[in-house]
Structure formats: C-alpha cells, structure tokens
C-alpha cells in the first residue's frame, strides 16, 4: 500500500503555483510535516500504517500523464488553481478536470478549487467573481478557497482546512466511534463538574477531567476567562472540538483565534489523534483515576468518565449511582484478561491482538453486553467479526 500523499498543484501557467508552493514549503509546510509525522508516529503503534505529504508542483501539463501515471494511488489530492485576474485561467480548470478525469478514468478524483491573488480586487482587476468560482466547485464537487499568495490572506487557514478535510478525516473514519462517544459526552452535558458562563450569561457545562488533560498547561481558571468573552454558540463550538479534535471547517479560524488567546496549539490538538494520544496518557495516569471495577480477583482502576462515553451500559449505571460509589463488581462474566483488554481499548481503541486471540469471544459478546458504539472499531478488529460480513457492525 502507498501511504505517500500527495498534493498535486495544478493551472494555468501564472497563476501562482509556484509561490503557493514556496510559501508553503517554508512557512507552513514545515509544521504540517511536523504534525504528520508525529500522526504517522501515533498510527505506527497503533496501525502499523504510516504517511507522509508531498506537494507537486506540476511544471508542465504535458506531464499531467506521467504524474498520474506514475503516482496514481488514490492517495494524492489535486488543488486546481486560477487567479482571479485571469478568465483564461479559470476556463482552463475544467479543461484540466476533464484531462485527469479522462487519465484516471473517474470523476470522483479528490480535489480543491482555489481562487488565488485575491488582493488584485481592491485595485478592480477582477476578472472572474467569487460567485463563478463557487458556481464551478459546486459543480465539480469540491471545496472552494479565495486566497492571496502575495499578502498570505487565506492561504495557512485553507491548507490546514485541506489537511484536515482529506488526510486527517481519513483517521477520523477509522475511529469515528471516539469521535462521536466524545462529542455525545460533550453535548449531553451529563456528569459535569464545571460551569462556564458565555458573554450572553447563558452557561455551558463540561468535564474538567477532558479539559485539563487535553488543554494541559492551561487551567479551567483560564477556560473560563475565556468563554465569558465570546457567545454561548462559539463555546460550544470551541469545547466540541476540544473534546473531539474536530471542527467544521468553517470554525478552523474561530478555534484557532481563541487558540491562541489561552496560548494553545491549534493543531496539535486537531485530530483524532490527538485525543487518542491523551486517552492514553490518561490510561496511564493511575493516580488520576476515580473508579474501581472488581473483576474476579483483581481490581481495575478507570476514570468513570471513559467509561461513560465508551459505553451506554456504564453510563446508565453511572447516572444511576451515588456519586460517592467508589468501586463496582463486574457481572459480566468476562474474565479478568477480557476485562483488562476491553478498558484498554475504551482508551486506545486498540485491542492487542497477541494478547486477546484466547478470549475474543468474550470480546466479541462485549460488544453488545456494554452495549458500544454501533460504529465501534472493535468490530472490525475481530477476525471473527472480519470474516462474517452479515455480523460486521458498520
Ligand atoms: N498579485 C499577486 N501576484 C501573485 C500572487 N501569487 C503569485 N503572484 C505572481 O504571479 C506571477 C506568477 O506566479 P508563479 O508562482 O510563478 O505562477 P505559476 O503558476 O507557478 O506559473 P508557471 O510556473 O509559469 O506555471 C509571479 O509574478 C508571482 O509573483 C498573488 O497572490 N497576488
């Protein structure tokens, strides 16, 4: 399998490929290598999958052929680009479409359209409308960017968007059940132990367990400052992607905004695996966990909290008890090593397969008895569950 992917560029000649990819290369890029790689890092241990990111300027159409010759994998992304000065440019992306179109024999190819030298409006050299450019991403599909490689405007927010939108979805797919369990955790606002209040008065609840893990160093204290300054809908926005790593892509400069007001990394914060690696760490964290389960012989510390957003039969148990209640016998059944290799993956979303072969029909049953996520990526790291298409949870 090829894990290389790539950003193919291409365009008329003019339109500011090589600039965006100059700028790229030395702004940007270099810290999108960085996240990449500390992603491939994370899914090495924990896919034996690995990525990079190339970009490729395509210097003459001519090559067109070889690139998608050579390099068609699925795994590249073409930003087709025009400037907003030039109609020639802007006809020339759907001639462009249908070459690699006919090249690749599919239409359903990954692709950004992005308008570039938006600056040039202000001195009314505008030749093609946003309107147009809309109009034709539509049609083709895809998203649309207005940037300005000259002043920079637009240019990191549509990458990082783009990134986020074809590279690190393709993770969020992978381990959609932590997504939505985080952000079912977030918005049913259940077990809460802080309040904030938004500039409208109006209060929001949260876990300062997700908080101060994941926004570590900065302080509930801080948080709370924070969202006093903006509307009850942006804190909500900023927490759901604080919980879940994502946002819709239109929030990317919001987040990133109020990011940088409490002095934290947007980025290495985005991402499911991002919060997959704070599961972790929490996992290993034994001094911060709350709960005992008694399973056989043996005691299990957990933080009640993964366990309410991993499992629906923990959460009702977990709003039905005393919040005192300091530890629980497990009636499962299950034995001890399924036990531990069940609260292993509420946070890894990760089963160790050396580790379960001997008791995976105990997993299996797990599934319904704790009653997962229908989405739950345990389903499709059971061989058994691999096999029978009919029982595949999807
Ligand atoms: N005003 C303005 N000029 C730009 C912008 N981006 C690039 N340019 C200029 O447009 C010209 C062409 O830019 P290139 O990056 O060489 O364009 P290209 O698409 O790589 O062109 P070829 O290499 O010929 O295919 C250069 O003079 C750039 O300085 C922009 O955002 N605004």
Known sequence: MDLFRKIILVGEKGVGKSSLKARLDTNLLFDLEQEVEKTSLELEQMDDQDFFLGILELLREESLEVIVDKYYTNNEYFLFM????????????????????????????????VANKTDLCTKNERKVSKKKGECLARKLKCPYY??????????????????????????????????????????????????????????????????????????????????????????????????????????????????????????????????????????????SKDFTLKVKKESIKVHKLILVARSELYRGFFLSIDKSTKSVKDHSKNSTETMKSLIRFF????????????????????????????????????????????????
């Open 146 to 287: 207005e940037i300005s490689v000259k002043t920079g405007e637009g240019v990191d927010s549509s990458f990082v968007d783009m990134i986020h939108h074809f590279i690190i979805s393709k993770t969020k797919q992978k381990h959609q059940d932590i997504v939505e369990d985080f952000k079912n955790l977030f918005h049913r606002q259940e077990l809460t132990d802080c309040s904030f209040a938004t500039n409208s008065g109006k209060k929001i609840k949260a876990h300062r367990l997700i908080l101060e893990s994941r926004l570590a160093p900065c302080k509930v204290k801080t948080i709370r400052k924070l969202l006093l300054t903006v509307t009850h809908e942006d804190a909500s926005v900023f927490l759901e992607w604080v919980y879940t790593g994502y946002t819709h892509p239109s929030k990317v400069s919001l987040i990133t905004s109020m990011c940088e007001t409490i002095s934290v990394q947007f980025k290495s914060l985005s991402g499911v695996t991002s919060v997959i690696k704070n599961l972790r760490n929490l996992y290993k964290q034994e001094s």
């Open 82 to 113: 025009y400037s907003v000065d030039s109609l020639d440019s802007f006809l020339k992306i759907l001639e462009l479409y249908n070459h690699i179109s006919k090249l690749k024999k599919d239409r359903n190819f990954k692709m950004v359209l």
């Open 347 to 394: 946070y890894t979303n990760r089963l160790d397969g050396n580790k379960t072969k001997n008791f995976m029909k105990e997993i299996e049953n797990s599934i319904e008895y704790f009653q997962l996520n229908m989405k739950s990526s345990l389903s499709s790291q059971l061989p058994t569950l691999k096999k029978n298409k009919m029982c595949q949870i999807m």
